[in-house]
């Protein structure tokens, strides 16, 4: 009997030790120079999307800033707050909007950023079957949020040459009724915030990532970046084609409003935005997952976000 349970024991043991051993190498980045993982950024993104609805001032927001900082004080990033309130559009009540800043280089005054929206759209307003059911924006809020919890492994490796920060912006889409809210919410406010104070640490370009995790992905450029910011979309594209990323496609094709118009127009800082907005590709309107209850993780993959990652953490490599 005793024989048996020492036998039953170690093969326990072995059990879990292989089992370990498998989980860890899942994660395993040393093929990766970089040290970016497709499986450790699609995990990232289902945890995002696990939270549920991660709308302005709910319990998902919170549960979800509470998880970022977590994560990003454990990599060593200096995590800064920027809440204001605002009047909510349905209840007519205070809801707290905070944009997030994750710091490198914190002392740095000559600075760069890469920005994305975390938060998500109340309700799947284009879903055909039930636009108030929910909505977790896997591809629009969590594919940009996953992507920057993955590159603070890498970021906080790198002997930088420049202040980086990570911005995460709130309120994008605090929207119920298209004719009545507005976007973009959290972007103006730093936006006017950056301007009205001259003291704070001046940027000198940025990136904005939005819809970037599209298993079947495409990155044009994006009309409005290429008219305010050209110089930033030509690197960004000529770094992607010396690695040989054929998602980033050299010509124009989506003219979209988002929050870099406001980074330009109003900060008066180069922005642009990397956004795949054929979601999937080639499908007709009424057949998008955008806006919808379809935009889940399972229509995403870390491979397309981990892709990103490498010309924006090569874009950052570069900056003096």
Request: hydrophobic content about 40%.
């Amino acid at each position: 009997m005793h024989r048996a349970s020492a036998l039953l024991r170690t093969c326990f043991f072995l059990l879990i030790s292989t089992f370990g051993l498998e989980l860890a190498s899942a994660f395993q980045t040393t093929s990766d120079p970089d040290g970016l993982s497709p499986e450790r950024a699609f995990a990232y993104l289902e945890q995002i999307c696990d939270i549920g609805s991660r709308t302005t001032g709910t319990e998902g927001m919170r549960k979800q800033q509470e998880m970022l900082e977590r994560h990003f004080a454990k990599l060593g990033g200096t995590v800064l707050w920027q809440p204001f309130p605002y009047r909510h559009p349905e209840t007519g009540n205070d809801v707290e909007v905070k944009n997030m800043f994750v710091q490198w280089a914190p002392e740095n005054p000559n600075r760069v950023f890469l920005c994305t929206h975390y938060d998500t759209k109340p309700f799947p307003t284009k879903d055909p079957i039930n636009p108030k059911g929910l909505f977790v924006g896997a591809n629009d809020g969590g594919s940009g949020t996953a992507l920057f919890m993955e590159l603070g492994h890498a970021i906080s490796k790198l002997r930088l040459n420049i202040g980086v920060d990570l911005i995460f912006f709130d309120a994008e889409e605090l929207v119920y009724d298209e004719r009545r809210d507005p976007l973009f919410l959290g972007s103006t406010y730093f936006a006017h915030s950056y301007v009205n104070d001259p003291s704070s640490a001046r940027y000198k370009k940025g990136i904005l990532v939005d819809m970037i995790g599209d298993a079947d992905l495409q990155l044009f450029y994006e009309v409005n970046s290429y008219t305010l910011a050209k110089p930033v979309v030509e690197e960004v594209w000529t770094i992607a084609k010396q690695l040989r990323i054929k998602e980033f496609e050299a010509r124009p094709l989506h003219e979209v409003r988002d929050d870099h118009l406001v980074l330009n127009k109003v900060a008066g800082i180069p922005v642009i935005d990397i956004i795949d907005f054929d979601y999937p590709r080639g499908a007709p309107k009424n057949k998008s997952y955008w806006h919808t209850s379809a935009d889940t993780p399972d229509k995403c993959s870390g491979e397309s976000i981990v892709k990103v990652g490498k010309v924006l953490l090569q874009w950052l490599k570069q900056q003096r």
